[in-house]
């Protein structure tokens, strides 16, 4: 509340704990936005700058984070499809901008489904 845009002291900024306290105090839509990058993070593996999620990290993920938006989290097969095609690439893992294709696919899902659109 009542914070404003200005740029925080460089001192402050590369704490994770200010993050985290603006996830919390944020709008429905910042903490919304905090969750989609948060929750990357927390299944990703990887050195900083090139974490990742192998086919094993993105099951759990898709089974413990988006269960409700999928078909068949638990279904092995198809969570290999969806693996399959999020990996655009075909590295065999799931970068942070291939995630990102795959909520905005599901954003899509949920406008067409809530919104009619
Ligand atoms: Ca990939």
Redesign the pocket.
């Known amino acids: 509340m009542g914070q404003s845009l200005q740029p925080e002291p460089s001192g402050e900024r590369s704490g994770g704990r200010k993050l985290a306290e603006m996830a919390e105090e944020g709008s429905e839509l910042e903490r919304g936005l905090h969750a989609i990058v948060g929750s990357f993070y927390r299944y990703a593996e990887g050195p900083p700058g090139a974490k ?1 999620l192998d086919q094993e990290a993105f099951q759990t993920l898709l089974s413990n984070e988006l269960s409700h938006q999928l078909t068949n989290p638990e279904d092995q097969k198809a969570a290999l499809d969806m693996f399959k095609m999020v ?9 942070f901008d ?1 995630y990102w294709d795959l909520i905005v696919e599901i954003c899509r899902v949920i406008r067409r489904r809530h919104y009619n659109e």
């Not at 990996?87 to 970068?95: E, L, P």
């Open positions: 990742v990996d655009a690439n075909n590295d065999q893992k799931i970068s291939e």
